[in-house]
């Protein structure tokens, strides 16, 4: 299996530490949005701390990732795609050693270049390394070392000019569900624009004979430029036997209104 191809399942969103049970550090924060305009550049910081017993070595190594239309990831090598943010990131510094319980400040410098107002995004990857022989060093890092723990960071960068960003929602639908207690739909999401968009996104049943509505969860979904995404909506079995029309519910930064797709469905005694 290629070792730069790997599928993540989630994008992590908040801004607290992340402590995983398989690394003895934490990096913070775990989210770097930048949004200045072209031509100019803005910093970030990252700390990064050492839980362990032991002094240990940190690199730093930069990523591309595309997301897929069911949503998951794909993490491809730096520079690798379109909207790439790894030319534009300067690390200082890019590797450090840390004492047990010592923690160290990585200044993340962005420089937009002039007139280019397309998003970029990536991966910014922590690694804990053991020095190897060159016999015994993984052949697809060549660098002599192995990687023994790993957290990764995103990167974001929406610039302050250009276009304001637009998503558009459709093809509402029925799909089967592996649970008993709700039905499951999907709808479509496209980004036609060249800003990454954190949209929400919900659904409404509203009954045909009485009016009355229900709102049901909202799920939050990160739209990148250029990109179509399934997003898949469950609807508990809570509603009264009726007629329904059922409507998925957009909403986004900067829209000027809610925007929804509808489709008819009965429910059944």
Same mark, same amino acid.
């Given at each position: 299996?290629?070792?730069?191809?790997?599928?993540?399942?989630?994008?992590? &969103?908040?801004?607290?530490?992340?402590?995983?049970?398989?690394?003895?550090?934490?990096?913070?924060?775990?989210?770097?949005?930048? @949004?200045?305009? /072209?031509? *100019?550049?803005?910093?970030?910081?990252?700390?990064?701390?050492?839980?362990?017993?032991?002094?240990?070595?940190?690199?730093?190594?930069?990523?591309?990732?595309?997301? +897929?239309?069911?949503?998951?990831?794909?993490?491809?090598?730096?520079?690798?795609?379109?909207?790439?943010?790894?030319?534009?990131?300067? &690390?200082?510094?890019?590797?450090?050693? &840390?004492?047990?319980?010592?923690?160290?400040?990585? +200044?993340?410098?962005?420089?937009?270049?002039? *007139?280019?107002?397309?998003?970029?995004?990536?991966?910014?990857?922590?690694?804990?390394?053991?020095? %190897?022989?060159?016999?015994?060093?993984?052949?697809?890092?060549?660098?002599?070392?192995?990687?023994?723990?790993?957290?990764?960071?995103?990167?974001?960068?929406? /610039?302050?000019?250009?276009? /304001?960003?637009?998503?558009?929602?459709?093809?509402?639908? *029925?799909?089967?569900?592996? @649970?008993?207690?709700?039905?499951?739909?999907? #709808?479509?999401?496209?980004?036609?624009?060249?800003?990454?968009? @954190?949209?929400? #996104?919900?659904?409404?049943?509203?009954?045909?004979?009485?009016? *009355?509505?229900?709102?049901?969860?909202?799920?939050?979904?990160?739209?990148?430029?250029?990109?179509?995404?399934? #997003?898949?909506?469950?609807?508990?079995?809570?509603?009264?036997?009726?007629?329904?029309?059922?409507?998925?519910?957009?909403?986004? /930064?900067?829209?000027?209104?809610?925007?929804?797709? %509808?489709?008819?469905?009965?429910?059944?005694?």
């Amino acid at each position: 299996m290629n070792r730069t191809a790997l599928l993540i399942t989630a994008i992590l &969103l908040n801004f607290s530490f992340l402590s995983l049970d398989a690394q003895d550090f934490e990096v913070a924060p775990v989210r770097l949005n930048f @949004n200045v305009a /072209p031509g *100019e550049s803005q910093s970030r910081t990252v700390t990064i701390k050492n839980h362990g017993n032991r002094k240990e070595t940190f690199s730093i190594r930069l990523n591309d990732f595309l997301v +897929q239309r069911h949503g998951g990831m794909e993490l491809l090598p730096a520079g690798s795609t379109r909207n790439s943010i790894s030319g534009w990131i300067n &690390l200082n510094p890019s590797f450090v050693e &840390l004492q047990p319980n010592e923690s160290a400040n990585i +200044q993340v410098n962005l420089q937009a270049p002039a *007139e280019d107002f397309s998003a970029k995004w990536g991966i910014m990857s922590f690694f804990t390394t053991a020095e %190897q022989t060159a016999f015994t060093a993984d052949r697809d890092l060549q660098t002599g070392v192995s990687v023994s723990g790993r957290i990764d960071i995103y990167l974001f960068y929406n /610039p302050a000019a250009g276009d /304001p960003g637009r998503v558009e929602i459709g093809n509402l639908q *029925e799909i089967a569900s592996r @649970n008993e207690n709700e039905r499951l739909f999907s #709808v479509n999401l496209d980004n036609p624009g060249e800003k990454i968009v @954190n949209t929400q #996104v919900y659904l409404i049943a509203s009954n045909i004979q009485t009016g *009355e509505e229900h709102k049901f969860r909202t799920i939050e979904v990160v739209s990148y430029p250029q990109t179509a995404r399934i #997003v898949e909506l469950a609807l508990p079995k809570t509603l009264s036997p009726g007629r329904y029309a059922l409507a998925a519910i957009l909403d986004y /930064p900067g829209s000027a209104s809610l925007k929804g797709t %509808q489709i008819m469905i009965n429910v059944e005694e």
